[in-house]
């Protein structure tokens, strides 16, 4: 049984940081890639970035420079690390694996506001 569960959202003024995490389990996490998506009240769910097994990233260009993805095989878990946080990065931000037919976490709540 595949089971993401993320934590680390919380409230955050501008400017500001978090780090938030994705425990894996169910599957052979390091084999496989990992991502994260953000949605946004009223709108899509989108993807922020992503990590392959190998270690290649993807960031989209919002995030560029301000957010870093890494991922600790031994720890079966996958971290955003998020700088220079703006209210419009205000969201719920999913984990994601790719793995089989694809698998989402619960979400974690981010909020950037003064």
């Known amino acids: 049984q595949v089971l993401l569960v993320e934590s680390g959202g919380g409230l955050v003024q501008p400017g500001g940081s978090l780090r938030l995490s994705c425990a894996a389990s169910?599957?052979?996490?390091?084999?496989?890639?990992m991502r994260w998506y953000r949605q946004a009240p009223g709108k899509g769910r989108e993807l922020v970035t992503s990590i392959s097994s190998s270690g290649n990233t993807y960031y989209a260009d919002s995030v560029k420079g301000r957010f870093t993805i890494s991922r600790d095989n031994a720890k079966n878990t996958v971290y955003l690390q998020m700088n220079s946080l703006k209210p419009e990065d205000t969201a719920v931000y999913y984990c994601?694996?790719?793995?089989?037919?694809?698998?989402w976490g619960q979400g974690t709540q981010v909020t950037v506001s003064s």
């Open positions: 169910g599957f052979s996490f390091s084999s496989d890639a």
């Open positions: 994601h694996t790719p793995h089989g037919s694809g698998y």
